[in-house]
């Protein structure tokens, strides 16, 4: 409560564009980047265009949404991640709706769009994203394949609710959405041997890892989005295992993996698949695994 205190105080004097922007700046010097977030707070509260936060800095601000922006600082400074006070994050220049209890979409993800994308010829192809989360995934490829037919699981009632409601924002109807375990939901609908890609970002955190993460994450993003086990491996396995049985031939599995683990996850394919590649994200690590089915 302290810290909304503090926040709230100054409040009568902040009363145009300028003013508001110059207070959460100062209250958000320990973030990475206190002029950017303080802009997209603005942005967010006021509800105006980038173009008018340059344009007029005067303009008046009332009182009350001079309090909303100010608590929306006041939950920054407590450690809640950005995204979920913006109630959004963009991925793939897309803005999704985000919320606590599921997983923050991260930029390095892009790369198994791009790399579908590449891999698609475009047809009505049938694509399964295992563990959508949001639904970045599978939304940004329904945009970009849309003659694609997609089912997108989850084992989280909250996570599917909250990529349904992506997926409406976007106008897509071309996505169904399963709850369940790994391909437990798409076996239901006898898809064994119809799949031209199976995508997936999945949990890969190891626990001693989860140990170490900063405490924005640790402290606010689901647990059983991030860690599958001990090892972090123990998701990727089986879905290594198990794609086989729902893949066509020449179909591709796709995900994601964590910055040390290409060496530990490459030796999982066996006789049935060619050689699996690996390719970096834009830090140069190791991000995004595909492998085409024999």
Known sequence: MGILRSCLEPVNLVNTIQALFQKGTSLLENVSDPNLEAKLLILKTLGISEESFYSYPERKVSKSFGLKFLRSISKRQEGIPLAYVLEEKEFWSIRFKVSPGVLIPRPETELLIEKV?????????????????????????????????????????????????????????????????????????????????????????????????????????????????????????????????????????CFEIGCDQKERVLPFFGDSWQDPECFEDLNGIPRVVIAQLL
């Open 117 to 253: 994308i590449e891999l698609s010829s475009k047809r009505k192809e049938l694509i399964i994203d295992m563990g959508t989360g949001a639904g970045n995934v599978c939304v940004s490829l329904a945009k970009e394949l849309p003659r694609a037919r997609i089912m997108a699981t989850d084992v989280c009632q909250q996570a599917l609710k909250l990529a349904k409601t992506n997926a409406r924002l976007q106008k897509i109807s071309s996505i169904g959405f399963l709850r369940g375990s790994l391909f437990n939901p798409v076996q239901k609908l006898r898809l064994q041997r119809q799949c031209d890609f199976i995508v997936s970002n999945p949990p890969y955190v190891s626990e001693k890892e989860w140990e170490r993460l900063p405490e924005e994450i640790k402290g606010h993003e689901p647990k059983r989005a991030l860690v599958p086990g001990k090892t972090g491996l123990e998701f990727i396995k089986k879905l290594i295992q198990q794609a086989p049985a729902f893949l066509r031939p020449g179909g591709y599995l």
